[in-house]
């Protein structure tokens, strides 16, 4: 997620584009996963609204295929 962060202001990536998307759902997951063992409400709130703005990019983009 980061690294997709990065790339961003770094003009690496493309944010509407599948690696910058997929790297930010993942990481959000990945953060997300971790919180099984000690369960963090802001960070949850924080990473699930992340998750949920990278499926809403995936989804756009599958629907421009159509």
């Known amino acids: ?11 690496w990536f493309d944010p509407k584009r599948w690696p910058a998307l997929l790297m930010n759902f993942f990481g959000s ?3 997300l996963l971790s919180m099984v063992q000690a369960f ?21 983009r599958l629907g421009r295929r159509s």
């Open 1 to 11: 997620m980061l690294l997709a962060y990065a790339g961003i202001h770094f003009d």
């Open 29 to 31: 997951g990945l953060i």
């Open 40 to 60: 963090n409400l802001p960070v949850f709130l924080m990473e699930a609204a992340w998750a949920a703005m990278a499926i809403f990019g995936m989804a756009k």
